[in-house]
Structures are given as C-alpha cells and as structure tokens.
C-alpha cells in the first residue's frame, strides 16, 4: 500500500507545472538559462557540419518571456507540439501580440526553438545545442533578446532582434527628410 501512495505521488509530480530546479519568471530561472547560452555564444560552436563563430551575448525580454508562457501554456492545454498556434499564429505574431513591438527599428526579427518532455535547464538546453536547427537559433546573431517559459514540460524560448535607426537617421525622420515606408526608411532627394 505504501508503495502504491508513492508511486501515486510520484506520477502527479511529475504532472506538475513547477518541477524544475528553478521556477519560470523567476530571476534565477532567466539567469541559468542566460549563463548556459551565452557561455556558448561568447565561443562558438558546430551546429550540425557549421561552426558558428562567437555571438554578443543575449539579454532577457520580458515580452518575449510573455509570448513563450501562452504559446507553452497553449500547447500543453490543447495537447499539440508546434511553431504554429491551433489559432494560426506563428513567433512572430505571438511575440508582436505579446507586445515585442517593431515600430521605430530599422530592422526586427523573430525566431523560436520548441521542445517537450525535458526535465531542467540543463537537459532542454544541451537538447537545442545538439539539434542543428536550434542551434543556429542559439547562436544566431541577429538575435539580441531572449525568452523562456516552460510549462507542463512543454519549453518555448523565443528569440528576438532589433536594431535601431542611426541618430542621424532618426534625425532624417523626425525633420521629415526621410520616411518610413512598410519598415524601410525612403530618403528625400532635394
């Protein structure tokens, strides 16, 4: 009998939301995850037969934290596995609706690595640094800011890259010598 309440016990636990060594959100849940990926970005790495040369470090953002929480918590509700939503959203428009904003940046990009059933920080990371698609999200330059969420053990971690106007450019805009245009710039000839 004793036997049958662990065994019990053991099985909802591992239902449980919260299982992991650090809690989602927490600070030191966004640290680790920081730690393990820019450790490999500041060197390099082989994803698949491509090395990827040194990458600037990541940095948290908390709207793209916000995209990975309803699209982890969507997909382990509705019982899928995909980079597209049940309501046919796609990272980018999740992470434009969860407030990661392209409005004022020269250029802006999305990107997302899924995975499910890993148990920790450590497990789920090393899982997307062995996978060459994932891996080329990890290190891939163009992304600045990063963010996680797991839930149910379903992980999303979507990424993010925007790049400011120049000064002068910005300058250029607000005189009204150049416009954007569909999130390019057009400048005025005179």
């Given at each position: 009998m004793k036997y049958l309440t662990f065994l019990c016990g053991f099985v909802l636990a591992l239902h449980a939301p919260n299982l992991y060594a650090q809690t989602p959100g927490s600070s030191k849940f966004k640290r680790q995850f920081?730690?393990?990926?820019?450790?490999?970005?500041?060197?390099?790495?082989?994803?698949?037969?491509?090395?990827?040369?040194?990458?600037?470090?990541?940095?948290?953002?908390d709207d793209l934290e916000k995209a990975a929480k309803g699209h982890a918590k969507d997909m382990a509700s509705k019982k899928y596995f995909s980079h597209i939503s049940k309501d046919g959203r796609d990272a980018m428009k999740r992470a434009e609706d969860a407030g990661y904003k392209h409005d004022g940046y020269q250029s802006f990009t999305v990107g997302e690595n899924i995975a499910q059933g890993q148990m920790s920080i450590e497990q789920v990371t090393n899982g997307w640094f062995h996978s060459e698609g994932h891996c080329r999200n990890l290190m891939n330059p163009d992304f600045k800011e990063v963010g996680i969420w797991v839930y149910n053990l379903y992980w999303v971690q979507d990424f993010g890259g925007r790049v400011e106007f120049s000064p002068a450019l910005k300058q250029m805009i607000k005189s009204g010598k150049a416009h954007i245009i569909r999130g390019s710039v057009r400048k005025e000839h005179y």
């Open positions: 920081l730690e393990l990926i820019n450790k490999t970005r500041a060197i390099g790495c082989d994803c698949g037969n491509t090395h990827m040369p040194p990458a600037p470090p990541l940095v948290w953002n």
